[in-house]
Each structure stands twice: as structure tokens, then as C-alpha cells.
């Protein structure tokens, strides 16, 4: 079977990850002529053959699915960016003037030693 689709129907991206969702199925060839790709799909040996309606159909759920993830990605950048930074945490230095950093014994000591 043989599929054609308008270039300018169809983003790359939203074929090749329409062609992935059938890839067990069956042998996918993708080409481009001119304006239109062509999508070549042979059935594997003993699965059930793929229609021409399903393989648009995955087009269309692609499709929406690029259109969304385009539309969106500015809020999920905003969102993640504001998720790391949340997990920053600074700390100051917990150096006290009177600490004396040349005491070797003291360094050395367990933290619940010295309470």
C-alpha cells in the first residue's frame, strides 16, 4: 500500500512518529517527491495488515499532538525552569568566628561529640 501526503499538510516529525506507532505491524519505507511525502507500508508475516484509515488516523493524533506540545512548550520551559530553581537551596557558610580551624583534634571529632 501506498500513502501520499501534502508537505505542507504535515510537519516530518508528525509522519515519522506516526510511521513509529505501526513500526511492529509492518515495513514502513518513508520518501519524498516534490511536495509530497510517500509512505510505502508492506504487512509483516502473520500480523493483521494495517489500513490505509488507520495510518491517517495516527496521523491526525500526531498531528494534534505537535500542534499542542508547539503551543505549549513556553509554559512547560516556565514550569520546569521554576521547578529546578525552587530546588535550590543556598546556604551560608557555617564557619562561626570563634571556631579555631587549627585545633586538629577538634576537627576530627564526631558533630554529637561536641554538644
Known amino acids: 500500500m501506498t500513502i501520499n501526503y501534502p508537505v505542507e499538510l504535515y510537519p516530518k516529525e508528525v509522519l515519522i512518529k506516526a510511521s ?10 518513508i520518501d519524498k517527491k516534490n511536495d509530497e511525502y510517500i509512505v510505502k507500508i508492506s504487512p509483516k508475516d502473520g500480523v493483521p495488515p ?50 579555631d580551624i587549627q585545633d586538629i583534634d577538634n576537627i576530627l571529632k564526631d558533630w554529637f561529640e561536641n554538644e
Open 20 to 29: 513509529y506507532q505501526f513500526l511492529d505491524q509492518a515495513y514502513i519505507h
Open 50 to 99: 494495517i489500513s490505509e484509515g488507520d495510518f491517517d488516523n495516527e496521523m491526525l493524533a500526531q498531528a494534534a499532538r505537535f500542534v499542542i506540545s508547539s503551543r505549549t512548550k513556553n509554559i512547560r520551559e516556565i514550569t520546569l525552569g521554576r521547578a529546578m530553581a525552587s530546588t535550590i537551596i543556598e546556604e551560608e557558610a557555617c564557619f562561626d568566628e570563634g571556631d
